[in-house]
Structure formats: C-alpha cells, structure tokens
C-alpha cells in the first residue's frame, strides 16, 4: 500500500470517511457492474442553483477520494428528474402566462420560455450541464425521460406491478389517510393531453405490465407501464432509479433525510441493494431562508463567479456540510482570502495534513501554487481609498509593494484584481460611511501622522503594524476600537485589512494624505 492510500485511510477529511463507508461495500467481492457508482439527482423545476452544483462538487470529491484509496473504477451520473409534472411556474422566467398553461405537463413538454431549446426541461438540463462543464467535471448525463421512454427503465417498472403491493404498503404508511385513498406509485401520461395525472388506479395487472385508472374526465384508460407511458411518483422514483441503477453512493439535502428509509426499502423490494448515502444542511440566503430554485434566491453560480474564483466557491462548498450555511455575498472575500491561505499552508504541510486540506480535495491532490501577493480583502480596501476603475491603477500599488509580480507572472492575482474592482462598485462603495474621529481618535491619528511623516522604514508591513499598535496601545481599551476607528474614519467601513500592510501596499505618502483628508472633514463631506 502506498504512503498515500495508507494516509488516506486514517484521513479523518470528510471525504476520506464517505469514500472508506463505499469501500466496505466492496471488502468481499468487487462490484459486478465494474465500476463504483456515484449518482446525483436533479429537479430541472427552475434554472439551476448554486447547491445544485455543491451536490455535484461534494460528490466528486468523494469520488476523488475513493480512488485514492481503491483501484476499483469509478462513475458519476447526474440525474435529470425531467419527466417530473411542472406543478408550479418559477417566478424569475419569462413568459408567466404561457408556462401557466402547461401546468402539470412533464417539464420536457413545456415550451421553453427563452425561446432556445426543444422545452424548458431541455432548456434547464442545458443550463445544468454548462455550468458542470464550467468546473470541468467528469460525470454522464442522464435524462428521466430518455431513461423511461428508451425502456432502460422497463425491467424495474415490470418488476413494480408485481411487487405494487408491498411498494404501497410502504408509502402508504408514510401518507395522511386523505392522501392514501388517492394514491398510487405510478402516475400515467395522457397520451392526449401530455399531462401527468395524479389519479387513483383502479388496476395494476402486472402479467400484461398494464394499468386502468379513470381520467380527469372519467374515461376508463388502460396504459403500459413501460415506454415512458408511466412516471413513477418521486419517493418511488428514488428508490427504484436505484435498483435500476445499482447506485453505490447518492447525497441529497436534509429535507429527504426523512424519506431515506423509503428510498432504501423500495430500493430492496425492487431488487436492488440500498446505496450510502450522505444527508447535507442546506444552503440559507442572506435572510435564513432556504435557497430554492424557483424563488431564485441566495446568489447564484454565474453571480459568484462574477466576483470571486471557481476555486473560492469550491473551498466554501467543503467546508461543514453538516452544517447550514448563509450564502450570500457577503461571504465571498472570506472565501477567496482563506482558500488562498489554504493553498500557502499546503505547501509546509505534511501528508497527513495535506489530505486534511480542503484544497487536496478542490484539486484532485494537483495542488496549485497561490500568486495571490495581495489579500482580496485588502484589494477592496486600495480599490476604495484609490477609487479605482482600472485594473491598472490597482496593479501601480501592487507592483511597488511586490515588484516581481504583474498580471503576465501572476494570472490568479490579476483576475483577483478584477474580481475585487467589481465587488467593490457593487457591494462596498454603495455602502460606505464615512465618520469625524473623536477626540481621542483624532489625538490617535494625529500620532500616527507625525509617526509616517517620519518614516524611514520602508514598506516593511510588519513594522509599520508595530506603529500603527503602539499609536492606541496607551489610549485604547479595549485596543480594538483603535482599529476599528481606521478603519470607520479612513476606510468607510466598520472592519479592514491589517493596517500595516495597508499602508504597506497604499503607501506611506498616500496614508499621510488620507488621513489629513479624515481629520479636514473632506471624507465625511465627499
């Protein structure tokens, strides 16, 4: 066993324990399919969000690390549910009126109201698959009306009409009893009308694979269960997309942990062996509210990405996903600052601590470099004091603080530099308040002053933290609101960098400025 596997084996990254839980699946004899299978599941109701893409990211990291640590192959399947009943129109799409009119039609029979794809199933998969693309993900398509109409799904749909009594006696006692008078594992397609009907079944013959249920209209209709004639209702669905699968490992948000059990159980009457799986916290918005893709709340991936890297949204995507997480905007610096911290760690770590590392896992174990010589919270501060609008004026301050980089040698910090610019037109300049300083405050600053006016030290940002400390260590109690009248009465914000590498990358002259500006009102008043 290599150095590598046998580190990966003790790893106690979260990775590293679901990929060792698939193993043991495997301890005795390998899969017969020869491959492990990893399955993700995909309601295509709205345009895709950002969990959508952590439910794919979390996964191939698990995948990762299973081969890590076994030779067996592996494969990732994302699952579209798009033959699923349209039961709602998403609020943030066009065209209200005409998707209300397909209400209940199969999310592939809908017309596409972007006017670009075959239906707005097709539509929303595309959009799914583009953005998987975009993180250059390595998983197989799979489509819920491709798998029901080309019969790939035929065997276990036969196999539910002869086990349809013991599938139902484990939905029905999930059920209130004004659902179970109704309810039926299978949902017929009206081969006229397109619509999915949520009727009672008046038979299931399972020798000629049929059932007779009456329509909305009270016509008696008899239907093959197989060719895409039939949908299974979701918690069926799942557990019999297992069995037809042989699925080895799925994760889904903690609003189906309480199915499980059916999923498992109806995996197993129908044959199948019930897979691991792995129940995540949700993703909140800015208000606590869950992320839902048809409120279109939250922040979404094209939006993240807007303003940050890939790799900052997959560092924040590892981190806790037993725990709920807000995810707005405000949370991007954090993420792009602590990732590059991450990649810098990496690189003093040893095994043990490298596997551990959220950025082994974000990279596969190709763990990259960081070229960030500049903080992204500190870009955003240069970007406010020197209201910047090119990427150029920025790179003028870095390229004295750090003389070797340019945006040819250091890629990620160029796009940094872009990524900080717009941030700061969005999020931080509408925001920004500027104060007077208190007296004491002013007798502070004013200290601080004569000590850069003085300054021989060059940009040694260590040292000139040192001056910045001792100007409040004598006046300030507790020595945080010294640093937090910075960074209010110089910044216009109620929390900053570490003002000596501020000064460091501004400059010693420019801070002098600044400060004259704060303590003449002209902040205040511009």
């Known amino acids: 066993m290599s150095q590598t596997r046998e580190a990966a084996m003790q790893s106690k990254a979260w990775p590293f324990e679901e990929a060792r839980r698939v193993l043991k699946r495997y301890e005795k004899k390998p899969p017969e399919k020869g491959f492990v299978l990893f399955e993700t599941g995909y309601g295509p109701s709205g345009l895709p969000h950002i969990g959508t893409f952590g439910e794919v990211l979390r996964t191939t990291m698990i995948k990762r690390a299973f081969e890590e640590i076994s030779d067996i ?17 998403p609020g943030n799409v066009p065209q209200q009126e005409m998707l209300a009119e397909h209400m209940h039609k199969p999310l592939t029979s809908v017309p596409d109201p972007f006017g670009k794809f075959d239906s707005f199933g097709h539509h929303n998969n595309a959009m799914l698959r ?17 798998f029901y109409e080309t019969g790939q799904f035929d065997e276990i749909l036969l196999r539910a009409a002869e086990r349809y009594d013991d599938i139902m006696a484990v939905m029905l006692k999930s059920l209130r009893e004004e659902r179970r008078q109704t309810y039926s594992i299978f949902l017929p397609i009206h081969p006229e009308t397109g619509r999915v009907l949520y009727v009672p079944i008046k038979q299931v013959n399972a020798k000629d694979g049929t059932i007779t249920f009456d329509t909305e209209d009270g016509e008696e209709m008899t239907l093959p269960v197989t060719g895409g004639n039939v949908k299974l209702q979701w918690k069926p669905d799942f557990g019999a ?8 490992f799925e994760m889904y948000g903690k609003e189906h942990a309480t199915n499980t059990a059916i999923y498992d159980r109806i995996c197993e009457i129908l044959g199948g062996k019930k897979p691991e799986h792995f129940s995540y916290e949700l993703f909140l918005d800015e208000n606590g509210q869950k992320i839902s893709k048809s409120s279109g709340n939250g922040i979404s991936i094209d939006e993240w990405l807007t303003y940050a890297s890939t790799e900052s949204l997959s560092y924040f995507m590892f981190l806790k996903p037993k725990t709920a997480k807000r995810m707005y905007f405000d949370v991007i610096p954090k993420a792009m600052d602590e990732y590059h911290q991450q990649l810098r760690a990496y690189e003093t770590q040893d095994l043990k601590g490298q596997l551990n590392n959220p950025v082994w896992h ?9 070229d960030m010589v500049v903080p992204f919270s500190m870009l955003l501060n240069l970007a406010s004091v020197s209201s910047a609008e090119e990427k150029s004026q920025l790179w003028g301050f870095i390229q004295r603080y750090a003389p070797d980089a340019s945006p040819e040698t250091h890629p990620g910090m160029d796009a940094a530099v872009g990524y900080a610019l717009r941030y700061f037109n969005d999020f931080v300049k509408p925001h920004k308040q500027f104060r007077l300083p208190s007296d004491l405050e002013r007798e502070a600053l004013e200290d601080l002053r004569a000590r850069l006016v003085g300054w021989d030290g060059g940009l040694d940002a260590e040292a000139l933290q040192s001056e910045v400390f001792a100007c409040g260590r004598d006046r300030f109690e507790p020595l945080r609101d010294w640093f937090t009248a910075l960074y209010e009465v110089l910044l216009g914000a109620s929390q900053g960098p570490r003002f000596g590498g501020f000064i460091a990358l501004y400059g010693v002259d420019e801070t002098v400025a600044l400060i004259d500006d704060a303590l003449a009102g002209k902040l205040v008043a511009g």
């Not at 192959?73 to 129109?89: A, E, N, Q, Y």
């Not at 069995?243 to 080895?248: F, K, S």
């Not at 974000?362 to 960081?370: E, N, R």
Request: net charge negative.
């Open 362 to 370: 974000i990279h596969g174990g190709d763990v990259p470099k960081s």
């Open 130 to 146: 583009r953005f998987l693309d975009t993180f250059g993900f390595e998983y197989e398509f799979y489509s819920a009306k491709e």
């Open 73 to 89: 192959p592996t494969k990732l399947i994302c699952f579209s549910d798009d033959l699923d009943g349209m039961r709602k129109v």
């Open 241 to 248: 997309r297992w069995a037809a699968l042989d699925v080895d």
